[in-house]
């Protein structure tokens, strides 16, 4: 069965260090897609990114940058010089396909992330 | 750009009540999914619906909760007799094909008392 693990539940930096993020991830599937969501204290689901499992490259989204390494089913999401605003729980998640094509989200457990000023 | 709504954004139910909570997909999207989150856990699939019917549930979708696509444009999640542990935030999701992502709603809070 499909599973992720965040194993960082709490991270506490002080603002402008960079902090990296953990996802581990478990399937079966050939073809999957990975994602990474911010949920900030307001509780709405913020995306990310949609990583499809064919596409091994990095990708960097001005301080946001996530590396996909395959070899070791890890999806990283790295924030750099990080602020206050970026305080909030990130979850990751995995797509599975289900029969009549459907496609449900498994999240981790979220990593909750305090920058302090 | 488009987005998901739900409504209402937070509804306190008497244990016991029946509850629907409403969702606003995209138009055209053709996938509709729910999640859960119990306060401070993780996201959790609900239940997906496609073609009026659903195509997959989790073992929480119980004979209490069911969804329905009443009109065209809405798509409601009604659970029958609330629990107190059915106090969570609910997201409503959409996508127009299979293999697009989903978009999420912004969540209902429910809370059982």
């Known amino acids: 069965a499909q599973k992720v693990t965040q194993a960082q539940t709490e991270i506490s930096v002080v603002e402008k260090e960079d902090v990296t993020l953990d996802c581990v991830y478990e399937t079966r599937d050939t073809t999957y897609y990975l994602f990474w969501y911010k949920q900030p204290p307001s509780g709405e689901l913020v995306f990310l990114i949609r990583?499809?499992?064919?596409?091994?490259q990095n990708e960097i989204s001005g301080r946001y940058s996530w590396n996909f390494q395959k070899s070791t089913s890890s999806f990283n999401f790295t924030i750099t010089a990080s602020q206050v605003v970026d305080s909030a729980v990130y979850f990751c998640a995995l797509s599975e396909s289900t029969q009549g094509g459907s496609e449900k989200l498994v999240f981790g457990k979220g990593t909750k992330l305090t920058v302090n000023p | 750009e488009p987005e998901v709504t739900q409504t209402p954004s937070h509804q306190v139910t008497q244990m016991g009540q029946e509850v629907i909570l409403r969702c606003v997909p995209i138009s055209n999207h053709l996938y509709f999914y729910w999640y859960r989150q119990i306060l401070g856990q993780k996201v959790e699939f609900l239940v997906s619906?496609?073609?009026?019917?659903?195509?997959?549930k989790s073992e929480i979708f119980d004979d209490q909760f069911s969804v329905e696509r009443p009109d065209g444009s809405n798509f409601t999640l009604k659970i029958r007799s609330t629990k107190l542990e059915d106090s969570a935030m609910y997201f409503c999701a959409s996508s127009p094909r299979e293999g697009v992502k989903a978009f999420f709603g912004q969540g209902t809070r429910l809370t059982v008392v």
């Open positions: 619906f496609y073609n009026n019917e659903i195509s997959e």
């Open positions: 990583r499809n499992s064919f596409d091994e």
